[in-house]
């Protein structure tokens, strides 16, 4: 009966579910809203299904990713067993590809991009989801896109499953997850192709079958028919992708999402009309199906490989030798390169000289790694960081601790004028994602609505012109450019003792979810803050 109570939220709507039930509830603690996923009745007294309930919450409570659901907490209070998880904002893909609302072929190639970024980042971590699917993927109104649904994932080697045991969606199964043979990585990526297939055929699924039994026969047995794709245009890039995620054998699929990514990207980042080939048609009807289906094949393949060999001709010969890349990976996330060159500062937008080139991390410091650093390290965890999501940005730190991690990560803390040039971007705008103010593309607090912390990975339409987020609102960041503290400085801190006029300060730049410098002076305004003060919105982000 509704409403009742799983721990600290109170359940208010029914969403839906089948072995747990989702619902819409209040975290009577802070008054926000999240979607609770609570074990049914029945199912919590069956310890495999427990199992599987607690492991898909700690696996899903890991994750922090800009394109994974986040996920609170996972906890048992009065026999009942939830998952407190963001509250979506949108619809499934499942649902927008049946109401026609995915339009354009770079949609399609934009949100496969953004879903094999979320799955290598799950596969770096030893998590196999088990369950890639149009149901599992969340599309908001923007186009960003999210996974959800750990509830047959398999992580760190866990042995729950029994042998021979088939966990997964019929439509979507690889051949050794049929077989209830042992599953790897590449199982995700068959099930990637399942969707990259209904994706760009705009609904149909590369086998038919009128029972389940003739589903899996065809599964393991038949080649796929690829009749669907006849006459769409695509990528061809995209459609030996298809083909190859789609082997039968996981050997001779894609080698990992990493892979994957990289071929999506340049098309999903900078779409490209001349990339787009027609999937020619099978030969006429009268030719014989399997005669159809081995034709298209090798076309499919001809095209993807005429496709990547003109763009790696293309790239030899337009290579800027010793060209930095523009993104690379390191231990403790992405960093995007700022080149070096001249740009504007202050509220003036007055020049300043060639400022050298260096890199700065995507988004701020996570306490997903921030919590390895302290583990490494045996530096202190910071307060309240245990009631914080991985996928947060660490506060309650102090400049001392913000650069210790920066050291320990191989990266130093940015200067002030560092950090404005990566948010002004390559033209000085007034704000990371240009001149007109828009709220909905940061959190920064608003007039009579309360605003909260969010992922390191949020509010990416708010993007610099360098590819940094968060820049603007969510935490105020630590920046390496010393400032005398003045009395009015000292006013706005609480310490123990009470801070000094003249200790030791720095600069924190970009506002936070509680307190934002004024609009207009967003990107090149700061505050001076004690060198020792730890408080609930600062954090900070590295750079190299």
């Not at 906890?75 to 649902?95: F, N």
């Not at 026969?217 to 030996?240: E, N, S, W, Y």
């Not at 790694?369 to 947060?392: C, D, I, K, V, W």
Request: glycine content about 8%; hydrophobic content about 40%; aromatic content about 10%.
């Amino acid at each position: 009966m509704l409403p009742f109570r799983a721990g600290p939220y109170e359940c208010l709507h029914y969403i839906g579910g089948n072995l747990a039930e989702v619902y819409i509830a209040r975290d009577t603690r802070t008054g926000f809203n999240r979607a609770v996923k609570v074990l049914g009745s029945g199912h919590g007294r069956d310890s495999e299904f427990m199992q599987r309930f607690i492991a898909e919450g700690t696996a899903a409570r890991l994750c922090a990713h800009p394109n994974i659901v986040t996920t609170y907490e996972a906890d048992q209070a009065d026999g009942v067993a939830y998952i407190a998880m963001e509250q979506l904002q949108g619809e499934t893909l499942k649902v927008l590809l049946e109401l026609g609302k995915i339009q354009t072929t770079f949609e399609r190639v934009n949100i496969a991009w953004q879903v094999a970024q979320a799955v290598a980042y799950l596969h770096q971590r030893d998590i196999i989801h088990r369950d890639v699917k149009l149901e599992n993927i969340s599309v908001g109104p923007t186009g960003h896109a999210k996974i959800f649904d750990f509830g047959v994932a398999k992580m760190n080697r866990q042995k729950i499953t029994k042998e021979g045991q088939i966990l997964g969606t019929p439509l979507y199964m690889s051949p050794e997850q049929v077989r209830g043979d042992q599953v790897t990585h590449a199982t995700d990526i068959y099930s990637y192709g399942v969707v990259l297939f209904v994706l760009f055929s705009e609904g149909a699924f590369p086998y038919q079958a009128v029972s389940r039994e003739d589903l899996y026969a065809a599964i393991v047995f038949h080649p796929p028919d690829l009749t669907p794709l006849d006459g769409k245009m695509i990528p061809g890039a995209v459609a030996g992708l298809i083909v190859q995620c789609l082997e039968k054998q996981p050997a001779a699929r894609p080698r990992s999402f990493v892979a994957i990514e990289e071929i999506l990207r340049p098309l999903a980042v900078s779409p490209d009309v001349t990339a787009l080939v027609r999937v020619p048609a099978a030969r006429a009807k009268k030719s014989p199906p399997r005669r159809a289906r081995g034709w298209i094949l090798p076309m499919l393949l001809s095209f993807a490989l005429a496709a990547a060999a003109a763009g790696a001709g293309f790239l030899w010969m337009t290579r800027v030798p010793d060209q930095p890349e523009a993104r690379i990976s390191t231990n403790t996330g992405f960093m995007v390169l700022v080149p070096a060159g001249p740009t504007y500062a202050g509220k003036d937008h007055h020049p300043v000289d060639a400022v050298a080139s260096f890199y700065i991390d995507r988004a701020e410091a996570s306490n997903d790694h921030y919590r390895e650093f302290a583990r490494s390290t045996g530096h202190q965890l910071p307060e309240g960081e245990a009631t914080l999501p991985a996928s947060f940005p660490v506060v309650n730190v102090s400049y001392d601790d913000a650069s210790a991690f920066c050291s320990w990560a191989g990266k130093r803390l940015p200067t002030a004028i560092e950090w404005e040039k990566a948010a002004r971007g390559p033209q000085g705008s007034v704000y990371p994602w240009g001149d007109q103010y828009r709220s909905d593309f940061a959190n920064i607090p608003h007039p009579n609505e309360p605003h909260e912390l969010e992922p390191v990975e949020s509010n990416l339409v708010g993007a610099s012109g360098y590819g940094a987020i968060n820049l603007l609102g969510n935490v105020w960041e630590w920046v390496a450019t010393p400032e005398t503290l003045e009395e009015n400085d000292v006013r706005g801190f609480a310490l123990d003792p009470p801070a000094q006029v003249g200790e030791p300060a720095y600069q924190i730049r970009g506002g936070s979810f509680l307190q934002i410098v004024p609009l207009n002076d967003a990107a090149w305004d700061f505050a001076v803050a004690p060198a020792r003060v730890k408080r609930a919105d600062i954090g900070f982000r590295c750079a190299r």
